[in-house]
């Protein structure tokens, strides 16, 4: 692909463009929309670290994602009109932990039931981006640090959030937020 791109001959930056040239942008436009429709939905850790999402991403309203791969107390990342949602299978253990804390004792008090759906408590679906700075948080993969409170641990400044996605250490203020999901099935999920 790459020889018979670069064998197309530029004409001068200020020219006028030549018809090739014009196919040869349609070719790359092309080219970008299908890598995007192959990355969404996937699991995608090396898009995650990019952040930098083709416009086509961003232009997906919508992501489904099948929840019966991911076992309990495991958490995957997939991309969300660009952004990283965390999907986490929370363990009877992690969603009592949440139930069970205090909102007095909360940098941005919110009850656990006001952050997962009625009768799916298991599953909890936040966006993946501390609400500092805007670094991804750890806590997905197996070897991730996931904090004091069992969540997830922002590396950039220490931030720590709980098995709800609640802040319980700063400097991040609030939460992770809640991206707007339903449940097309008990095993899969729409988020968009
Ligand atoms: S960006 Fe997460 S703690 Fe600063």
Redesign the pocket.
């Known amino acids: 692909m790459a020889d018979s791109m670069s064998a197309t001959p530029m004409t001068g930056t200020h020219g006028h463009p030549s018809g090739g040239e014009v196919t040869k942008r349609d070719f790359l436009k092309l080219v970008a929309g299908a890598g995007a429709a192959v990355g969404v939905g996937a699991i995608v850790w090396p898009l995650v670290d990019s952040m930098n999402p083709a416009a086509d991403v961003l232009a997906l309203s919508s992501t489904e994602v099948t929840l019966t791969p991911i076992e309990a107390g495991q958490a995957i990342t997939v991309v969300w009109r660009g952004k990283p949602v965390f999907v986490r299978h929370r363990t009877p253990k992690e969603i009592k932990e949440a139930e069970d804390v205090k909102l007095s004792a909360l940098i941005d008090p919110q009850a656990d039931s006001a952050r997962v759906k009625a009768g799916h408590d298991q599953w909890l679906v936040v966006i993946g981006i ?1 609400t ?4 991804v ?1 750890l806590g997905n993969a197996p070897s991730d640090p996931r904090g004091e409170w069992g969540g997830w641990f ?1 590396p ?4 720590q959030y709980d098995t709800s996605g609640r802040v319980r250490h700063g ?2 203020p609030l939460n992770l937020a809640v991206p707007p999901y339903a449940f097309e099935t008990d095993t899969k999920i729409k988020i968009g």
């Not at 500092?132 to 670094?135: A, D, I, N, S």
């Not at 950039?156 to 931030?159: D, R």
């Open positions: 501390c500092h700075l805007g670094c948080p922002c950039c400044h220490g931030s400097p991040a």
